[in-house]
């Protein structure tokens, strides 16, 4: 499936799945840092003290189960909406990486419009980063 995400250098279509959107949340998590200093050696130690359900998934090559991963997916949106199960479906965060996820069925509201131009995305982008989504 298509997604528009954001990235460090603004929004971009890409392809994804589940273990490139957890990828991609911690990168994001780590402000882009690919390094030994970021998400290579990263805990996954919250600022609560708790441990983050991605980390054993920033690396894409380590092997894991599709069911493991939604699974990781929807205990980290849980913890994201602050234990609410309810908030979960209500989130607006449409440029997440786990976003489309966060249930047990894929949302694909999110998906990528072919028909868009890169002006088109770029604007979306921008929309929806100035109303907090």
Known sequence: MKKIIRTKDGFRVTHMNRRRACRLMCLECNGWDNTNSGVETCNGKML???????????????????????????????????????????????????????????????????NLSDKAILEIGLNRSTNGI
Request: hydrophobic content about 35%.
């Open 48 to 114: 609560d003290g708790t441990v983050c359900s991605l980390v054993n998934f920033r690396d894409m090559s380590s092997k894991q189960t599709a069911s493991e991963r939604a699974k990781a997916i929807r205990a980290f949106c849980l913890e994201c909406m602050g234990g609410a199960i309810s908030l979960i479906s209500q989130c607006t965060a449409g440029f997440c990486p786990v976003y489309a996820y966060r249930s047990t069925t894929v949302d694909k509201s999110c998906l990528y419009d072919e």
